[in-house]
């Protein structure tokens, strides 16, 4: 685990995650239907489409993917995400979604300690309703959810409208970009909090590229490695 680098650390009054694959285990799903999808057409799907893919709202993942394949003659980016609602393994596999490790502990922790919180996805509501079917209560503590189909985020990842929409919504905001730290494991989420100017933690899968690991003020291996007060904020009542 890096050390924050000194920008924000100390100054942090105000916290937004990101949700797939942060505190959400469901980037997996993503690639299982994307395998099938892509073997039809005797190619297969690897790490580094996934690295471009991952955190961008669901239209601008799909040109990528139809693009970067190689199958866009055959596949427009719009029959893509078409074909694989049609498949409908993503309704099924939605509401079984886990959380990934230390999540509950991290935001459980700082509502409890009344540092504002919400979310900021790329996921559009029908989606994240399936995605969060069990675990309503968790995510209630946020103080807003920015979705991807948010009428104010003209762009996804990496454009910073979802986290400066997300800024805006807190009380009295929006905040000082400098007192927000951010929570994000893609590498166009790193870049979209970057580009909003704000402060990012990156929990990165350890099958991405190392590559994507320079912008971030902080790479981590999981949420549970953390240390609140690093940042300013209140260190766990457990951390000795």
Known sequence: MSTPATAGRGSITHVIFDMDGLLLDTEKFYTEVQEIILARFNKTFDWSLKAKMMGRK?????????????????LSAEDFLVEREAMHMLQELFPTSELMPGASRLIKHLHAKNIPICIATGTHTRHFDLKTQRHKELFSLMHHIVRGDDPEVK?????????????????????????VLVFED?????LAAKNARMNVVMVPDPRLDISHQDVADQIM?????????????????DSN
């Open 221 to 237: 291996t999981s949420l549970l490695d953390f240390k609140p007060e690093e940042w300013g904020l209140p260190p766990f009542e």
């Open 58 to 74: 669901a239209i601008e993942a799909a040109r990528i993917f139809v693009d970067e394949s190689g199958i866009s003659d055959s």
């Open 186 to 190: 893609a590498p166009s989420g790193v």
């Open 155 to 179: 762009q996804g990842k990496p454009a910073p409208d979802g986290f400066l929409a997300a800024s805006r919504r807190f009380k009295d905001g929006p905040v000082d970009p400098q007192k």
